[in-house]
């Protein structure tokens, strides 16, 4: 079965330079979630969408900001980078009022 | 304090054991329950999923649902080595759809 993609896998940047991290839900999925995973932590809710507007937003910092597009895939851009930042990145996807939500593989950034 | 709970682990049993799983919440909004497993450095992989209290049976993983105690299980049988990984709860309140995870136990299952 198709599963929610992520690219890239993995990304390094230096402090204040900009990453822009893409993720293509599982087809029919209409709603995508980004979270942020640190080192032996679990998953922080950043922000999602639905039909291509903002639905929630958690803990996003102001120098990230986030879309959906047209075709329900999604776009995390993150400006001035911090050391802080780096993490795994998650995208999730779920359909239409369901509440199970399916996991991508992940983008690990690296900030140097 | 942290909303959600869990026990970090590690865990560790050996093959054939019956393992159990559990996480405890402090927000009485919470509706919805998951489990997550989580091998290294992949994504979360969603286990099961339940309503409000009960039980749920999947193969070998039963999800089980206090909402009264706000506790939640999962329990694994026949665990095998295939099942050593970390294992997360999640859940979300009626009004939003965001996962609060627990920070996930580790569990290894030797032959």
């Known amino acids: 079965a198709a599963g929610v993609i992520q690219s890239p896998r993995h990304l390094i940047k230096e402090k204040r330079e900009t990453a822009t991290l893409k993720c293509y839900p599982i087809?029919?999925?209409?709603?995508v979630y980004w979270y942020q995973q640190g080192p032996g932590q679990d998953p922080q809710f950043l922000i999602s969408?639905?039909?291509?507007?903002?639905?929630d937003k958690g803990s996003i910092p102001d120098r990230f900001s986030a879309q959906q597009f047209s075709d329900y895939h999604s776009e995390l851009n993150m400006s001035s980078l911090e050391l802080g930042d780096s993490a795994l990145y998650f995208c999730?996807?779920?359909?239409?009022?369901?509440?199970?939500?399916?996991f991508g593989p992940g983008t690990r950034l690296t900030v140097t | 304090q942290k909303e959600v709970e869990q026990d970090p682990g590690p865990l560790s049993v050996p093959e054939g054991a019956i393992v159990s799983l559990n996480c405890t919440y402090s927000n009485s909004a919470f509706q919805y329950f998951m489990w997550y497993r989580q091998y290294s450095r992949k994504g979360p992989e969603l286990l099961m999923y339940?309503?409000?209290?009960g039980n749920k049976e999947d193969g070998r993983f039963t999800a089980q649902v206090d909402k009264s105690s706000k506790y939640i299980s999962l329990f694994i049988r026949d665990s095998q080595p295939s099942d050593s990984a970390t294992y997360l709860c999640a859940m979300s309140a009626r009004n939003t759809d965001k996962l609060i995870f627990g920070t996930g136990t580790r569990l290894q299952v030797f032959p």
């Open positions: 969408f639905y039909e291509k507007m903002q639905s």
């Open positions: 999730a996807s779920a359909r239409t009022q369901a509440r199970e939500q399916y």
């Open positions: 087809p029919r999925h209409d709603t």
């Open positions: 339940t309503y409000s209290s």
